[in-house]
């Protein structure tokens, strides 16, 4: 169920585009939400930069 903050339906189409394209090349997908990057996301300049959520409890990929 999706949200005005989080709409579940471009989630699931993005994820899609992101799986059929890792498919294609042969490539693995991942996709993240932005929103558990937090808010030193806009400033990082590389993964290790932002500080995830603590609420949603992600890794970043390095």
């Given at each position: ?13 993005i ?27 806009p ?20």
């Amino acid at each position: 169920m999706g949200n005005l903050i989080r709409p579940s339906k471009t989630k699931a189409f993005i994820s899609h585009i992101v799986a059929e394209v890792a498919s294609s090349t042969g490539a693995a997908s991942t996709v993240f939400d932005i929103e558990v990057l937090g808010r030193s996301f806009p400033l990082a300049r590389y993964a290790t930069s932002a500080n995830p959520s603590p609420s949603a409890g992600a890794r970043l990929p390095c």
